[in-house]
């Protein structure tokens, strides 16, 4: 009986004994103690607006799923985001870096977004701005809704938007501005319409527009500007409507004559056609001189 009485003693103390330690597996929330980021997922929805302007911001929002408003990521010392790991959508806007003068806006130390990548949905506009060493958006492979605005600028070492590639419609304007070595929009691949305008422009290593082919309606504007060294708009094969304005200037490598394949397969619009500066006039004024 003695016997038996311990070996029920052994069972209790390794299987159901005290827990000393409130922070432990059985009593704790934070199941990541070496580096603080609380993988529960349980504080649910912030909400209101929130503004992360030093690494300090990105650990108050840990554990929490949304965002009920905009969230604005322009922060100086910013290295590191993996404390977002649990949001998985922004009501309002999100704001990756924002344009401002001096070395006070944006992101200038920030390198990834992969701390954002159970992100599925933005309800507004995703801007991506001023962010001087993002190399890629592959922290954002799993979002596949944008409400209004898609906007990358002004990013001089990002070199792919492959992390973009959920992403199916853009309800109000998709623009390309500022980055010198983008070679292809392949990221873009998924996208069939947008809503306003899509503008390309000063993405001097661009190559083609392949990333574009999904693309059936434009809107508004289509303006493609100070980008090379691509030949051809093959990339826009798909595209059957230009709600308004087209316009191709000042692309270095590109025949005004490409236009005219453009234009011959569209079935609405544009209102206004505007072609200049390109490799050569031998088809100027479009589409008047259009063999």
């Not at 505007?274 to 063999?291: E, F, I, K």
């Amino acid at each position: 009986m003695r016997h038996l009485l311990l070996m029920a003693l052994a069972t209790a103390l390794v299987f159901g004994g005290c827990d000393d330690d409130p922070s432990g597996s059985d009593g704790g929330t934070d199941t990541d103690t070496d580096t603080g980021t609380d993988t529960d997922c349980a504080l649910g929805t912030y909400s209101g607006d929130f503004e992360i302007t030093a690494q300090s911001d990105i650990a108050a929002l840990a554990g929490y799923t949304s965002i009920s408003g905009d969230l604005i990521i322009n922060c100086p010392l910013c290295t590191d985001l993996s404390e977002l790991i649990c949001l998985t959508s922004v009501g309002g806007e999100l704001w990756i870096g924002i344009v401002g003068d001096d070395e006070s806006f944006g992101n200038p130390v920030l390198a990834n977004l992969d701390g954002l990548s159970a992100l599925t949905s933005v309800g507004g506009s995703l801007k991506i701005w001023n962010n001087p060493f993002l190399t890629n958006l592959e922290g954002l492979s799993a979002l596949t809704s944008v409400g209004e605005d898609l906007m990358i600028l002004l990013n001089p070492t990002l070199a792919s938007l492959d992390g973009l590639g959920g992403i199916t419609s853009v309800n109000g304007s998709l623009e390309i501005w500022n980055l010198p070595l983008l070679a292809n929009l392949n990221g873009l691949s998924g996208i069939t319409s947008v809503g306003v305008n899509l503008e390309i422009y000063d993405a001097s290593a661009l190559t083609n527009l392949d990333g574009l082919s999904g693309i059936t309606s434009v809107g508004e504007d289509l303006s493609i500007g100070e980008s090379g060294p691509f030949t051809d708009l093959d990339g826009l094969s798909a595209l059957t409507s230009i709600g308004e304005r087209l316009a191709i200037y000042d692309n270095p490598k590109l025949s005004d004559c490409e236009v005219c394949p453009l234009l011959d397969q569209l079935t609405s619009g544009p209102t206004s056609i505007n072609v200049y500066n390109n490799l050569d006039n031998n088809c100027s004024p479009v589409p008047a001189n259009c063999p």
